[in-house]
């Protein structure tokens, strides 16, 4: 099955931690964190619509300026999102410049800045750009387990964890995927178009029954039918799970709230920042080593692992800290 979502690292296992995640068929991205993104083209940073920001150390937010100057003068809504506190530190980094004129443009940049205080609450505060960012009075809403985003594409739910200051990390699942029989259409008579893909849509979305398909190429009389009367034309397969883990302590409450988000994920990229020699140094930086990286996803059954956020100590040696992180993740395996 062909996934929808394609996440990569855009600063390799070194850089500044950030994944952008390309969405297939759609002109959008999202990303984790956001730290340098000189490397992204313009026109892949002017798709991003979400950022997911775990926590706002330097080299996990420094990108948010490169995002800014890009966007402006472009109508565009982006929502970000990230620990408590952080709709502060969009607002200051807003503040730095001056706004002044802005209202004479013609089109107008809203951030929507929501932060996780707790598993079960958000809130979201807008800046808009006609208004020269100024923080608009924040909405508060009730979420389940961490549920940050629910779309009819995607789902992302975040994990809050203890890095000397809350640090989220997020799991991304993608909706399910569906596909046509082709072989069940002809069967039917029933043309091969473009209404497959409002057809695809409307089970993607989880429509009712009675939901009606508009079968633009079929006898006037047959145009609508039900949504019930099709779903024998189609196979449905659960969507990816995609999950982000960085800058977390090695303890059993960080454990135990990562294995909880990250379950059966097929794309786990977590950090991965400290030799297993160094884990006194981890410990220190409340940082994770190669070793709990790999014993971490082993133990969540996550199928690829992809380490990142590798100390400059280690410059020179990403295949040792590769094959540490492999050796724990395989290590019952065999
Ligand atoms: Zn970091
Ligand atoms: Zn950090």
Known sequence: MRPIFHPSLVNGRYGDPTVYVETLFEKRSLLFDIGEIASLSPRRIRRIDQVFVSHAHLDHFVGFDHLLRLLVGHEKSVQLFGPSGFAERVFHKLQAYRWNLVEKY???????????????SISTTRFRMRKAFAAEA????????????????HRVSAAILEHGT????????????VNV??????????????????????????????HLIRIDEAAPSDRLVPLESLRDLLTVTAGQKIAYVTDAADTPANRAAIAALIQNADILFIEATFAGADAALARERAHLTTTAAGEIARQANVRRVEPFH????????????????????RASRA
């Open 181 to 210: 029989w082709k072989n069940r259409l002809l069967e039917r008579g029933l043309p091969v178009g473009s209404w497959l893909h409002s057809l695809k849509k409307a089970v993607v979305e989880r429509r009712a029954d009675d």
């Open 138 to 153: 924040p909405v508060s809403r009730k979420t389940f387990a961490g549920v940050l985003c629910d779309e009819p594409t």
């Open 310 to 329: 590798f100390s400059p100590r280690y410059a020179g040696e990403p295949e040792r800290m590769l094959a540490e992180v492999m050796a724990a993740f």
């Open 166 to 177: 809350p640090c989220l990390a997020f799991a991304l699942q993608e909706a399910a995927h």
């Open 106 to 120: 013609p089109c107008d940049l809203v951030f929507d800045v929501s932060e996780l205080g707790a598993t079960d």
